[in-house]
């Protein structure tokens, strides 16, 4: 069974940076594409990144310059470098792992080609 645990959420404020974390345990890691989903309040969760299993990566338009997404094969770990936040980054980050191996993703927004996720951390950005 996959296991994910994000960390690294937190307080932070306009034009800061915060770097989030996912461990994950249950498979190898190396073979499967990762992601970060994120949900505000009231609305629905959408794509923030992701990167397939050979080191590609993928972005949302509302990060793209200001987010880096890479892993540590070796550590099986998934971050999220964020800079320049806004408030309107503000939100419930999740870590997400694909459904298949040696499989690109998808930025659909629900994530339907993920089918492992971690319990979430919260990022705030105050103005």
């Known amino acids: 069974q996959v296991q994910l645990v994000e960390s690294g959420g937190g307080l932070v404020q306009a034009g800061g940076s915060l770097r989030l974390s996912c461990a994950a345990s249950?498979?190898?890691?190396?073979?499967?594409?990762m992601g970060w989903f994120r949900q505000a309040p009231e609305k629905e969760r959408e794509f923030v990144a992701a990167i397939s299993w050979s080191g590609r990566t993928y972005y949302a338009d509302s990060v793209k310059g200001r987010f880096t997404i890479d892993r540590d094969n070796v550590k099986s770990t998934v971050y999220l470098q964020m800079n320049s936040l806004k408030p309107e980054d503000t939100a419930v980050y999740y870590c997400a792992g694909h459904r298949l191996p040696y499989r690109m993703p998808t930025m659909d927004p629900a994530g339907v080609d993920f089918g492992s996720w971690g319990q979430g951390t919260q990022v705030t950005v105050s103005s």
């Open positions: 249950g498979r190898t890691f190396s073979n499967y594409a």
